[in-house]
């Protein structure tokens, strides 16, 4: 462990053999309080049989008492000489905490003779390599005088002194400007120290920026400005890639009616941004917007919060609206229907064909006309095969049902989805504006993003506190974007269509079928191996086990 002392606070003289020959106390303090372990070390006993020291060790650590010790030796015409210091824990940890200052900070006692430099403030001078604890302010800087020292004139005066200019050269020859603020350091009436702080141009410029980064911030989180809770609009969906216009466009249009709309895409693809948009751009757009995630809520407790309760209908319920009254006028918008029970997916479509509840216990009916919007991640149509989800509930709500495109399928999106989040929360972490190396471009684009737009403003977040710098580095990314084999992938065969041309008919459907194809033949490639065959199509095994009940595909 090195230390690279250049205080101590005892210092033992010991022959080659161990003995102590002689002892030197430079910290009397030290020698009181530790215990008795120090204190009986003793000329002519033996250190290596009183410490847990080695006779090899040049440096290193010992303790007495639960009190941590740190020792450097040297050698000298025979005799070993051993500087030991106490090396406090909190003492240590304060020195580290003040090397993180922006600012540079010295710490003097009360003869200017220096205690404490932190890593800004030897930078500032050039003193990185200096041994500065114990030398005196003018042997470390010989061309200051005492008028224009912060250091001085605090100690002179024992006040603080505020900003004052000081332009000196240090003793590496190194010429520093610098505007520094010093305070008294005071044990009761007693004057022990000061500390002085620095600030060159440099740390000023950086400052400055910073502090509109942070004014920026509080403006936008303190200042009213964030539309957290707030509805999204159309405005706020972000691409230009066909395949997402082509959704925008569908979804404007049916905004404008009262259909029940059923959005389906993969988690993160934002379904929750279409339905705010589509409610708010509809002409219930002054009427509220309620939202469930069916997933997140016991099939227990949803009942009670989609309809809501009567007091005394079971132990501790209370009268209570429901998400249907409150949406009255408005949208209801229920996220992750796939994951709702049957049963309660047949009291649904009872409120929806009749337009009455009950709230749970009561005995009266009530009315809503609330819009439903509902989202599901999985295929509706695979859903009703595998008997998930009921037909006569698909038909009332997916009266307009739009398809989502996940982000795989609209990569020309991406540099401006990841930019956007960068700007939109610059101010959350006091930052500039932040670009993309073309590498970290081309790693977002390759990359599959199984967890979509959520999953690239998490990467892109990730990046934002890890960065130090105003370029956005591949090196910045989290490791599921990066962390792939970087050994050339095995190459898949290329799959086996029928001959001749493909028939025409929906893009999508073509697609669908050129898909599924690909994942059989990768598939029968690994001997219906899953995790081997996601890493063949260098995807997520989750995503490859998605296509794999997608296309009912048999292994």
Known sequence: MQLNMRLFDLLLTVDPDGSIYSMEWKDQQINRFPGTALRLLAPGGNLFTALDIRPDEENGAFRVNDELFGFDRFSRQGMYYYLIKSWNCQRELLKAALDTVQEGIQVYDSHACAVYFNKTSRAMSGLEDVPIEGKHLLDLYPALSGGNSTLLTTLRSRKPV????????????????????????????????????????AIVQDKLQQLERMKAALMEQGGGQSRRGGSYTFADIVGHSDSLRRVVEVAERVSLRDGNVLLVGETGTGKELFAQSIHAASPRKNGKFVSINCAAVPDT???????????????????????FEEARDGTLFLDELNSMSLAMQSKILRVLQEGTFRRVGGTKDLHTNARIISACNEDPYQMMEGSRL????????????IRIPPLRERVEDIEELAYHHLQENAARYALGGQKLAPETLELLRRYSWPGNIRELNHAMDYALN????????????????????????????????????????????????????????????????????????????????????KYNIVI
């Open 390 to 401: 009921r037909q006569d509930l698909f038909y009332r709500i997916a009266t307009i049902l």
């Open 162 to 201: 505020y900003y004052l200019f000081d332009d000196y050269t240090s003793v590496t020859g190194k010429r520093i400007a610098t505007i520094n603020t010093g305070y008294p350091l005071m044990a009761g009436s007693v004057l022990v120290g000061a500390v002085v702080f620095e600030q060159d141009v």
């Open 466 to 549: 890890v960065c130090s710098g105003e370029t956005l580095l591949p090196e910045h990314l989290p490791e599921t974007v990066t962390g792939r084999d970087q050994t050339a992938p095995e190459r898949l065969p290329a799959p086996e269509r029928p001959g001749g041309e493909p028939a025409l008919g929906r893009l999508q459907d073509l697609m669908d079928d050129y898909e599924c194809l690909v994942v059989k033949t990768a598939l029968r490639s690994c001997q219906g191996n899953i995790s081997k065959a996601a890493a063949l199509l260098d995807i997520k095994r989750q995503s490859l086990q998605y296509r794999i009940h």
């Open 301 to 323: 407790l949803i009942e009670g919060m989609l309809f809501g309760t009567t007091k005394g209908a079971f132990t501790g319920s209370v009268e209570k609206p429901g998400l």
